[in-house]
């Protein structure tokens, strides 16, 4: 079992930068692959990118690649989503979640955070 808490989302103006946080509970959080996704107003849940066990190898969306990066730490049990360049289009609810390997789609995860909401204004 593992729970997720996300933080680090706000308001922020097009072209700034935020860093989201995912912090797990549990010992086996660096077993889990981690991914980022988002849910648009009025849209689905879509990815944003994901990363693996121990972090050497990460993919994204064509739609933050070069401006979002993930990264994870497994001593802190936390991973990252370091976010440039904001456009008002990535204004959503971000959620993180936990799986057995590194993927595109929200059923291929077993565990969710409750989201945290990031606004971006033109």
């Known amino acids: 079992q593992v729970q997720l808490v996300e933080s680090g989302g706000g308001l922020v103006q097009a072209g700034g930068s935020l860093r989201l946080s995912c912090a797990a509970s549990?010992?086996?959080?660096?077993?889990?692959?981690m991914g980022w996704f988002r849910q648009p107003p009025g849209k689905e849940r879509e990815f944003v990118g994901a990363?693996?066990?121990?972090?050497?190898?990460?993919f994204y969306a064509n739609s933050v690649k070069g401006r979002f990066t993930i990264s994870r730490d497994n001593a802190k049990n936390t991973v990252y989503l370091q976010m440039n360049s904001l456009k008002p289009e990535d204004t959503a609810v971000y959620y993180c979640?936990?799986?057995?390997?590194?993927?595109?789609?929200?059923?291929?995860?077993?565990?969710w955070g409750q989201g945290t909401q990031v606004t971006v204004s033109s």
């Open positions: 990363i693996n066990w121990s972090g050497g190898l990460s």
């Open positions: 549990g010992r086996t959080f660096s077993s889990y692959a």
């Open positions: 979640a936990a799986g057995p390997a590194p993927r595109r789609n929200t059923y291929e995860y077993d565990y």
